[in-house]
């Protein structure tokens, strides 16, 4: 198993809010960290996965956030990913993550799946 350490801003970051939502979710929970990567879905392409793990997978990214949680990113996503700011957004009740993704060429109308350029696609 081979994992890389990268430090925050190298390929994917995490705004303060993002990173306390992480934290709470985490909290209690027998995960030592959250997992971003991408799955085909929708209408337009894409649509990403986060989720509580127990630990880095073998081919994952390793990004350790400013508040010490640890971010693992499938490295077969990172074409897609890369540069990607995660956020949590409030309005009114709701909380979402929101994902500022400067690859991201169309979004569906409902804005659950998007699409890359084909330079992002194929960089991996």
């Known amino acids: 198993m081979s994992i890389e350490t990268f430090n ?61 949680i640890k971010l693992f990113v499938d490295r077969a996503a990172l074409p897609v990913v890369n540069g990607t700011e995660i956020d949590l957004v409030k309005e009114g009740l709701n909380r979402n993550l929101t994902f500022k993704n400067p690859n991201v060429s169309e979004q569906c109308g409902c804005g659950e799946s998007f699409n890359v350029t084909p330079a992002a696609e194929n960089n991996g």
Request: with cysteine.
């Open 8 to 68: 925050p801003g190298q390929s994917v970051t995490a705004t303060a809010a993002a990173q306390e939502h992480f934290r709470q979710q985490l909290q209690g929970k027998p995960a030592d960290g959250i997992r971003l990567s991408v799955k085909e879905s929708g209408c337009t392409g894409f649509m990403y996965t986060v989720d509580l793990v127990a630990g880095a997978e073998s081919e994952d990214l390793v990004i350790e956030l400013d508040n010490g």
